[in-house]
T-cell receptor, first 113, second 113 residues
Framework: DTAVSQTPKYLVTQMGNDKSIKCEQNLGHDTMYWYKQDSKKFLKIMFS???????INETVPNRFSPKSPDKAHLNLHINSLELGDSAVYFCASSSGGTYSPLHFGNGTRLTVT | GENVEQHPSTLSVQEGDSAVIKCTYSDSASNYFPWYKQELGKGPQLIIDIRSNVGEKKDQRIAVTLNKTAKHFSLHITETQPEDSAVYFCAASMGGSQGNLIFGKGTKLSVKP
């Protein structure tokens, strides 16, 4: 039933490790996104994919690499994790276009120790 | 760069009162302004949105107004209920960039019974 689902919900790991977060949407949307929400609740776009093609790539360290195997999935892989990467990461999707609302998943809380 | 200012950061009202949250944006090309509600442990959910060619939109107890000349828009919630308690985010589209929303920093609304 869940429209945008991401796994895992919680991720606790040590500095230097590599981890992945998975996202799937069953809304039939063409566009998917990754947003980062910091400890002050500030939401900032990281990446956007349209039909498996990278559209938006904000200033994000190249340790972060998104991968879209098909238009229903957008995964986020993070290499060499740092303390500052601790945040909640949200996947979202939309049908694309300026007036298309975003549908968010429930987030993955990443804690780097 | 483009940004969205949101005020107040916290708002406490008595049940039944009205709540108003205000946002200003800097990008003249912004033409889409959604509002999201985020409950604890969940992703932001769209509650109402407005396009730049409309001055006001209402959906039951929620209304949004837009003043393009002044570059500000507001969320109005009437007859507030305890279940309205959440963090509310305004957002503005970045001109010419599909789906790239700039979010305000959020308003934590508490409705006291």
């Amino acid at each position: 039933d869940t429209a945008v689902s991401q796994t895992p919900k919680y991720l606790v790991t040590q500095m230097g490790n590599d981890k992945s977060i998975k996202c799937e949407q069953n809304l039939g949307h063409d566009t998917m996104y990754w947003y980062k929400q910091d400890s002050k609740k500030f939401l900032k776009i990281m990446f956007s994919y349209n039909n498996k093609e990278l559209i938006i790539n904000e200033t994000v360290p190249n340790r972060f690499s998104p991968k879209s195997p098909d238009k229903a999935h957008l995964n986020l892989h993070i290499n060499s994790l740092e303390l500052g990467d601790s945040a909640v990461y949200f996947c979202a999707s939309s049908s694309g276009g300026t007036y298309s609302p975003l549908h968010f998943g429930n987030g993955t809380r990443l804690t780097v120790t | 760069g483009e940004n969205v200012e949101q005020h107040p950061s916290t708002l406490s009202v008595q049940e039944g009162d009205s709540a108003v949250i205000k946002c200003t944006y800097s990008d003249s090309a912004s033409n889409y302004f959604p509002w999201y509600k985020q409950e604890l442990g969940k992703g932001p959910q769209l509650i109402i949105d407005i396009r730049s060619n409309v001055g006001e939109k209402k959906d039951q107890r929620i209304a949004v107004t837009l003043n393009k000349t002044a570059k500000h828009f507001s969320l109005h919630i009437t007859e507030t209920q305890p279940e309205d308690s959440a963090v509310y985010f305004c957002a503005a589209s970045m001109g010419g960039s599909q789906g790239n929303l700039i979010f305000g920093k959020g308003t934590k609304l508490s409705v006291k019974p």
